[in-house]
């Protein structure tokens, strides 16, 4: 399915409308800044200020679309790769990055922004996301899940679970795949024998769609109407948005290992971006007075971003006892406690700078505890 | 072909390489698809990638795809498939992107992996290596650090491994191949680029500790990315007079109970050192054999110096969980030197 093609050339079609063109140019604006927001991340991994990023450079449409098509109570699960749209859902890119600069294993709190935390075991979140959805229906909330997934990802024994447990409990939860194209370094074709991932619906008892996953009306469309029917009590669906990663997994990652330069180039021409920029000002909605100032709201957010994350956070090291348990136990207590005196010894060590130093009591305690 | 006891450190032999872990892995697999055609090599982005740590690099280049290859994404098929694999004649070798996502080929390895040659009275072996990058010390974020050694040994049936240099990389991960048993083999993340010579030729027996340093007052025992920290810790020791012996466990189960109970008995101190969290852990195992069996010849309780009982820290506060030297030199202070 597609509405925009990559000259911003509109195609009809029977079963989806355009969206507004109101809301179109509210994706644009996403669009641009998530594009700002992966390329300052990707410097900051450069710079040694964040351990690591998956970029969604080219994903942005799939990025932007999952979270505009939320209204607030809704949920969004999303994964590693998904920060633009945990960003534009709300959470502030600071807070989107604590988990990849490394300071702790998650930096927002779920239950106020309504997105779950970034999921890195593959396809574990889906079921989470369905017994969340579960959930609402039991408590009579008017709550839709979104729970976003990568084709590689679909060959997880959790998918099929998920998919499976969200048809027979009928639950208001959808299955967002951006496929990609890769897992890693494994082409979708070593991923799948299916036609399309979105074929996979089917067998479960769901509808499934495919759309052009760099066209953001496109995505929006379907999306919006895959919400819709979980809103209206119809049951989960499949949605895959064909996209590209245009960037390799991560920094760590060599893709010119698994693909061919010429492939990544071809892909350039279909940016997201530039289509929709195409469309927007044919339409008469978008200037280029508009284009400087959604520029300078770019990199105002990139700016403030860099801000953040050249400032030198302070690391609790109590946090590492803090939350495992709800009330803390004596033996964390205790191990807290050996810590601290360490820590205490280690500075004084390095106050006084004497040799020696540390005494053996603590630790004897400790042991025999 | 030698057995040794006691690899020292540059065998004056004629196939002496200096390497990193890594490479040293990548040749033994390489050796051992040379050397038996029914090895197979298999898991995610293991072919042209060359696995994310490129311990497979080449392989596919060189043995074809039919021997290397990715898998669709997805530990329990690719733990189940080895499986059936080995149940018709091959020898599988899988890897394991990362600790904590093995963790959903569990219930293959536990129920199946582990259990069928018993079940089968011996009718079904798996010859089965499972490589598991593992452990923490690079600054991996969530999920990429785990110890997951515990749960693995905890399950009789397997072999569990844990090579500390290149070297035992080398041979062990040989004697896993050829072993008619499934092995765990945990590749600790931190050592991959560490460098020693690898002598080809050297072959290891699994189920043998290995004393690292000799020393006469107190034994410190540990396996992985810890030795390290046991053998700098040994010298700073030496420093303040204390004379400390370093065992390597490298096999943790069956465990090399020979090796490590005589060191203890002639030291009458030990202190087990490991980065897993503390609470039934390896280390609490190798603790209560050693109390168990060396009780009248020591001198102070055994002591362990382990991660805390917390899931694996974030990098910005990894290095307030792992084990190092001061904790180490902390217990081995505490042992009871005065009485
Ligand atoms: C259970 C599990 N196995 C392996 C991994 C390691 N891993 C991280 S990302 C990745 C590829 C995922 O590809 P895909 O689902 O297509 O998502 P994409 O990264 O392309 O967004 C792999 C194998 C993991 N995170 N979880």
New interface residues.
């Given amino acids: 399915m597609q509405l925009i093609d990559e000259t911003g050339t509109t195609h009809a079609d029977d079963t989806y409308a355009m969206p507004s063109n109101e809301r179109l140019v509210a994706a644009y604006r996403a669009l641009v800044n998530g594009r700002r927001l992966n390329d300052q991340c990707s410097a900051l991994v450069r710079q040694g200020r964040l351990?690591?990023y998956p970029s969604s450079h080219g994903q942005e449409a799939c990025q932007v679309a999952a979270s505009l098509v939320l209204s607030e109570n809704d949920w969004l699960f999303p994964t590693y790769r998904d920060t633009v749209a945990i960003v534009n859902r709300g959470v502030t890119p600071e807070e989107a990055l604590v988990?990849?600069?490394?300071?702790?294993?998650s930096g927002y709190d779920p239950k106020h922004t309504r997105v779950a935390p970034q999921a890195?075991?593959?396809a574990t979140q889906l079921l989470h996301a369905v017994g969340l959805a579960h959930a609402a229906t039991l408590r009579g909330e008017d709550t839709v899940v979104m729970a976003l997934c990568g084709d590689?990802?679909t060959?997880?024994?959790?998918f099929h679970e998920a998919l499976n447990f969200a048809a027979v409990f009928m639950v208001p939860v959808v299955f967002f795949v951006q496929n990609n194209e890769f897992?890693?370094?494994?082409p979708l074709a070593?991923?799948?024998h299916a036609p399309s991932l979105a074929h996979k619906a089917i067998g479960y008892g769901m509808p499934g769609q495919r759309v052009d996953g760099n066209d953001v009306a496109a995505v929006m469309a379907v999306l919006d109407e895959a919400v819709e029917r979980a809103r209206g009590g119809g049951g989960p669906s499949l949605v895959e948005a064909h996209t590209y990663r245009m960037q390799a997994h991560t920094n760590?990652?060599?893709d010119t290992?698994?693909r061919e330069r010429d492939e990544v180039k071809a892909w350039v021409e279909r940016d997201p971006l530039t289509r929709m920029r195409a469309y927007l000002s044919a339409a008469g909605a978008w200037s280029a007075e508009d284009d400087s100032a959604l520029a300078a709201e770019a990199e105002t957010m990139a700016s403030a971003l860099r801000d953040a994350l050249n400032r030198e956070?302070e690391?609790d090291?109590e946090?590492?006892?803090r939350y495992?348990y709800a009330s803390r136990p004596a033996?964390?207590d205790r191990?807290w406690n050996k810590?601290k005196d360490?820590?205490e010894r280690?500075a004084a060590f390095e106050a006084t700078g004497a040799a020696g130093g540390?005494t053996?009591e603590s630790?004897?305690k400790e042991?025999?505890s | 072909m030698t057995l040794i006891d006691h690899p020292v450190h540059a065998p004056a032999a004629t196939n002496v390489e200096t390497m990193t872990m890594a490479a040293a892995l990548n040749r033994a697999l390489a050796d051992a698809m040379v050397a038996d055609e029914s090895v197979l090599m298999f898991g995610e982005d293991v072919g042209a990638l060359g696995g994310v740590f490129r311990i497979t690099d080449g392989l596919t280049a060189r043995f074809g795809e039919k021997r290397c290859f990715d898998t669709p994404l997805a530990e329990s098929g690719i733990m189940g498939f080895a499986v059936g694999l080995a149940m018709n004649g091959m020898r599988p070798v899988v890897e394991m992107q990362f600790d904590a996502f093995a963790y959903p080929a569990f219930e293959q390895v536990v129920s199946h992996v582990a259990k069928l040659g018993n079940r089968t009275r011996g009718a079904l072996r798996m010859p089965i290596v499972i490589r598991v990058p593992f452990g923490g010390g690079i600054g991996g974020v969530e999920h990429h650090c785990d110890s997951s050694e515990a749960y693995y040994a905890h399950t009789p049936g397997l072999t569990v491994v844990c090579p500390a240099t290149p070297q035992d990389a080398y041979s062990m991960l040989r004697a896993a191949i050829e072993s008619p048993d499934p092995v765990v083999f945990l590749e600790p993340k931190k050592l991959y680029w560490s460098k020693g010579p690898v002598d080809t030729s050297v072959r290891e027996a699994l189920g043998r500790a290995r004393t690292v340093r000799d020393g006469s007052d107190v034994t410190l025992i540990s396996y992985g990315s810890s030795v390290q920290i046991a053998l700098d810790a040994a010298a700073v020791a030496e420093t303040e007079g204390k004379s400390v012996r370093v065992v390597d466990v490298r096999t943790l189960t069956p465990c090399d109970d020979d090796t490590i109970f005589a060191a203890v008995r002639a030291t009458g101190r030990a202190v087990v050192v490991a980065e897993a969290a503390g609470f039934a852990s390896v280390a609490a195992e190798l603790v209560a054999r050693i109390q168990e069996n060396c009780f009248s010849f020591l001198e102070a309780p055994v002591l362990r110096v382990t991660g805390f009982d917390v899931p694996f820290a974030p990098p910005k506060l990894e290095k307030y969980y792992l084990p190092d030297v001061d904790r180490v030199l902390d217990a081995i202070d505490a042992l009871g030197w005065e009485s």
């Fill in positions: 351990a690591v988990l990849l600069r490394g300071d702790w294993h890195t075991p593959l590689g990802a060959s997880e024994g959790d897992a890693i370094s494994v070593k991923q799948t760590a990652d060599d290992r698994y956070v690391v090291p946090d590492l006892f495992v033996h964390l191990q810590l360490e820590l280690t540390g053996t630790g004897t042991q025999k």
